[in-house]
């Protein structure tokens, strides 16, 4: 019996004839791409916003770098609506960036009009800083604990023995590793591997307080919420930790109206008085530009 050709023999014309469309156009779609540029998608830095003060004398933009998102916004959108900044520059910029973001070159080509970070940090990048920065404010001190669900912290060895501690994985973390490890050094502690976790960001250290993957965290008592009618127990680790500082840009300081100028920022970082509630004592700094 003999069986009838293929489909594609019968149709051999044809098929050739569609197989060399289909290649054509292959061709032609690739060597049109090959000559058309693709343009690159610009996408915003979400870690970042600016406001303009209405200058348009060609004025500097104020640059602020910080290391919180919270009351970024408004602290830029208070000094473009300040007459002092009006003054002397077109608009503000404020970033906020991991704390590792800051380097050397930032402190050293005076990179930011204004930045906040820890005396230590700044000091660790640049020893002689105070050649190109001033401080302009101290930020308040505050109240550093041990927290546990279990019994009221007691850092020495009987109670610790079967403890897990979370810190933080950076080394210039003041709350959640220098404190506590200071601490624990000085009451002659020394941890073994399975007793010390770390984790990546703060939020992390709670969860895993919360979620009882560690026994004791150190902590603001602002962050002993319990949870589920759990108590938690605290003890003291320092009564006045060092939080930080505002620091101004040296060539500000050139400015006619520099005294304003400072006050100007000064007033303006009132907004981030909900961040310090009670522990928030205005300082002699603050008092002489109300």
């Not at 041990?146 to 023995?161: A, R, V």
Request: with cysteine; proline share 5%; glycine share 4%.
């Amino acid at each position: 019996m003999m069986l009838s050709a293929p489909l594609i023999s019968a149709n051999r014309a044809t098929y050739y004839l569609l197989l060399s469309l289909a290649i054509g156009l292959a061709l032609t779609a690739s060597a049109y791409l090959s000559k058309t540029q693709v343009n690159t998608v610009e996408l915003s830095d979400y870690r970042s916003y600016q406001c303009s003060t209405g200058n348009t004398q060609g004025k500097p933009s104020f640059r602020v770098l910080t290391l919180f998102f919270s009351y970024a916004t408004e602290l830029a959108d208070a000094l473009c609506n300040n007459d002092v900044i009006q003054q002397n520059f077109s608009s503000v910029e404020i970033l906020w960036r991991p704390r590792a973001y800051l380097g050397a070159k930032h402190i050293l080509d005076e990179d930011f009009e204004l930045f906040w970070n820890r005396y230590h940090v700044v000091n660790g990048l640049v020893p002689e800083f105070s050649d190109f920065y001033t401080t302009l404010l101290d930020t308040p001190t505050y109240k550093l604990f041990w927290l546990s669900k279990d019994s009221p912290p007691n850092i020495n060895t009987d109670y610790l023995k079967d403890k897990t501690i979370g810190f933080s994985h950076d080394p210039q973390s003041q709350t959640h590793y220098l404190q506590p490890m200071s601490a624990l050094r000085q009451a002659g502690i020394n941890l073994n591997a399975k007793q010390q976790k770390f984790y990546t960001d703060p939020s992390a250290i709670y969860n895993a307080f919360y979620n009882n993957e560690v026994d004791i965290i150190s902590a603001p008592l602002s962050q002993a919420k319990s949870k589920n009618g759990e108590t938690i127990y605290s003890t003291l680790i320092d009564s006045e930790v060092p939080s930080g500082a505002w620091f101004l840009k040296n060539e500000l300081l050139q400015l006619s109206n520099i005294e304003q100028l400072k006050c100007a920022v000064i007033n303006s970082l009132s907004v981030y008085t909900p961040l310090f509630n009670s522990i928030h004592s205005p300082s002699p700094q603050e008092s002489a530009c109300i």
